[in-house]
């Protein structure tokens, strides 16, 4: 199986960003646990702070990845050319947020890409990135 994790646009200071919000620990030590649960799983990592390099590489995997967690940070609320990239791909697609946003400022409670995801997790933490991991291995389970 093969998965692809994509962080938006500041989730590169994972750890040092706001911990109050997103927490003290950095995404890369999130990481080596997340592969180590999980095995079997190839589990591949993007982060980009360009809205563009996003969606090249929702091009990149989306006819033959099994599945891609997708935080993308405050693009979720503005970006329709990221949305218009998940419906054009095949791969599906997991919306991750970190924060609950629907607990947060109004702007965050719209998102651009829940309806074209196949579902939508926020508010666990670090764990939203494991449970879209388990959402994908269990749809993929299930189409097998
Ligand atoms: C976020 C929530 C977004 O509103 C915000 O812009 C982020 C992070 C989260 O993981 O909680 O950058 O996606």
Do not use: W
Not at 5 to 18: A, K, T
Not at 45 to 66: A, C, L, T, W
């Amino acid at each position: 199986m093969k998965i692809l994790i994509i962080n938006g646009p500041n989730l590169n200071l994972l750890g040092v960003r706001e911990p109050s919000i997103y927490g003290s620990r950095g995404f890369e030590s999130y990481l080596d646990e997340l592969r180590k649960t999980y095995p079997n799983v190839d589990i591949e990592y993007f982060q980009s702070n360009h809205e563009g390099s996003i969606i090249d590489e929702i091009h990149r995997v989306g006819f033959s990845y099994d599945g891609i967690v997708l935080n993308a940070g405050a693009y979720t609320h503005t970006s329709v050319a990221i949305a218009d990239a998940i419906s054009a791909v095949t791969t599906p697609v997991v919306e991750v947020h970190i924060s609950n946003v629907h607990r947060r400022e109004e702007f965050r409670h719209h998102s651009y890409l829940s309806a074209v995801c196949m579902g939508v997790i926020c508010g666990f933490g670090l764990n939203s990135y494991r449970l879209g991991v388990e959402a994908i291995i269990d749809n993929n389970n299930k189409t097998k």
